[in-house]
């Protein structure tokens, strides 16, 4: 089943993304579907968070970061940028459910935002790395679609 919309930076729903949760052995999967590519990577970052500590319907952005990495294709791209989100947010001790995204040729930049992980409770398997098993980022037609295989 698809958990739907997700707040951008500005308050404002996704409404054309949505994400889900994809059964995988040892391991979480998840599978997005969104209307642009930047969407795309947005929701990604927010469904991992909410794999570990559940949906928000307004996170409180106490926490701030903005990344930048490249990639040789889309898919090194989202590899790139989950794992610099994830890397972070152990650092700031954050989730980073909000993720301003745009992505360039061969580059992607994002401001990140979201509450503290200290207001939060776990309520899902800590991901420990993004894995290139499985990774695939791909446009059909208008909509892009992401699987992602996340190491608990």
Known sequence: MFASGGRSRGGAYLESMRWEEID???DVGIRVEAASREELFSGACRAMFELMYGP????????KRS??????????????????????????RAAYYEADV??????????????SIDDLELVGPP???VTYHGLEVKQTG????????LDV
């Open 24 to 26: 995988h052995t040892a």
């Open 67 to 92: 990344v930048e990495v490249s990639g040789d294709s889309d898919t090194d791209l989202l590899w790139e940028f989950l794992s610099e989100a994830l890397g972070w947010a152990e650092v700031d």
């Open 56 to 63: 928000q319907d307004d996170p409180a952005p106490t926490r």
């Open 142 to 149: 208008s909509n892009w679609t992401a699987t992602v295989i």
């Open 127 to 129: 991901i420990k790395a």
């Open 102 to 115: 745009v992505v360039g040729d061969g580059s992607l930049s994002a401001d990140l935002s979201g509450p």
